[in-house]
């Protein structure tokens, strides 16, 4: 299994660090992950922007050179991993972008006139590692689970990945936060998914 990590905070001694060194660890320690690859969007200095112009149209945003080391990064994982906080019941700015950018029409999907198009990142999986200040069924109750709709019907299965894996962790500026034991759990997470 080939495993691509995109991280999305800016602050290198957060939790949120915390966590990716935790699915890092994990994965290098699992038998069945051969190859890893870390994105570090704020790192890279990533444009999230959109730009279209006469230059460049959207109809080619999957031949965009700028970001073709990108779409190579998700042609070649098997499993993508998305670790941000849930800022507003939603991801950062910086991974929508990332998200708006990468995940166009013929390479992610393509239109097949239909209700739905097809999906083009079929037999992929991804995992997504979130944290948030608030309760953790604070997006279930209150936001009426906009957060996981969002990402897994809007986004994943609408470009064909069906498998798809939520940890929302709450509280998580709380001293009662139990952040030590949700960085174990994730840590052992990956230290044993086989597919």
């Known amino acids: 299994m080939k495993v691509l990590i995109i991280y999305t905070y800016p602050n290198h001694t957060s939790l949120n660090y915390a966590f990716l060194q935790k699915v890092i660890k994990g994965s290098k320690e699992n038998p069945n992950i051969k190859e890893l690859q870390v994105l570090d969007l704020y790192d890279e200095g990533f444009n999230p922007l959109l730009?279209?112009?006469?230059?460049?149209?959207r109809r080619d945003m999957h031949t965009d050179p700028s970001i073709e080391k990108y779409r190579k990064q998700i042609t070649w994982a098997d499993r993508i991993v998305f670790i941000y906080p849930i800022w507003w019941g939603r991801p950062p700015a910086m991974l929508m972008g990332y998200i708006d950018q990468l995940f166009a029409s013929n390479f992610a999907y393509k239109d097949k006139k239909r209700?739905?198009?097809?999906?083009?990142?079929?037999?992929k999986s991804v995992v997504c590692v979130s944290t948030m200040k608030g309760p953790t069924h604070y997006p279930l109750f209150w936001l009426i689970n906009a957060h996981k709709i969002l990402m897994k019907r809007a986004l994943f299965n609408f470009v064909g990945?069906?498998?798809?894996?939520?940890?929302?962790?709450?509280?998580?500026?709380?001293?009662?936060?139990?952040?030590?034991?949700?960085?174990?759990?994730?840590?052992?997470?990956?230290?044993?998914?086989?597919?």
């Open 115 to 123: 209700l739905f198009p097809e999906g083009l990142l079929k037999g």
């Open 51 to 57: 730009v279209f112009n006469e230059q460049k149209q």
């Open 161 to 195: 990945i069906k498998k798809v894996k939520f940890f929302e962790f709450g509280n998580m500026e709380s001293p009662k936060g139990n952040q030590v034991k949700k960085l174990e759990k994730i840590y052992n997470y990956f230290k044993k998914i086989n597919h």
